[in-house]
């Protein structure tokens, strides 16, 4: 009879060996004669890209009462939501724009708008300001928009809301025009 440590060293060792024996395999196959694995990658259909087009036909419209305006060469559409002054001096623009398409659209899709102010032809164009310069907490959108979601756009510029009597504020290819 063996001495007790030795009995369960003997025991313990059965215990990791009869466990490994029954999973051993049914037939006389060798072990490691198996067919190889062959890793595959699936292939999805690819998807649809957003359709981004700035050289397309563009609207102007007088429609500063909460109403959508659809671009007429992207899958967008904007509601004007009006002007504050920012924290930090300038301008805020507040645009509602809604993804109409079943892709997301990216960042880029939206190009920098522009703000135009003054009185006939001879119009000067408000320059652009950070978030920062601003003290607002985003500019424009910051990930890409989601199909068939809306977000409050928010743009800055170096002019005071004062000043926007006779104004255009175009977002891609949108233009609102009137006393903004």
Known sequence: MLPRPSRLAATAALVVVLPLTACGQADDTPVGTEAPLEVTTPTAA?????KVEHRGEKVTTDELTGEPVEDPAMELT????GTSSAPNGGTVVVVAVTNRSDVP????AIEQPTLRYGSGSNKTEARPQSAEAAGVDIIGIDEPLAPFATVNAKYAF????GNLGNAEFTIGNVTFSGSL
């Open 105 to 108: 659209v990216p960042v880029e």
């Open 78 to 81: 904007y509601k004007w939501q």
């Open 46 to 50: 690819p998807k649809e890209e957003f």
């Open 158 to 161: 170096d002019v005071r809301p």
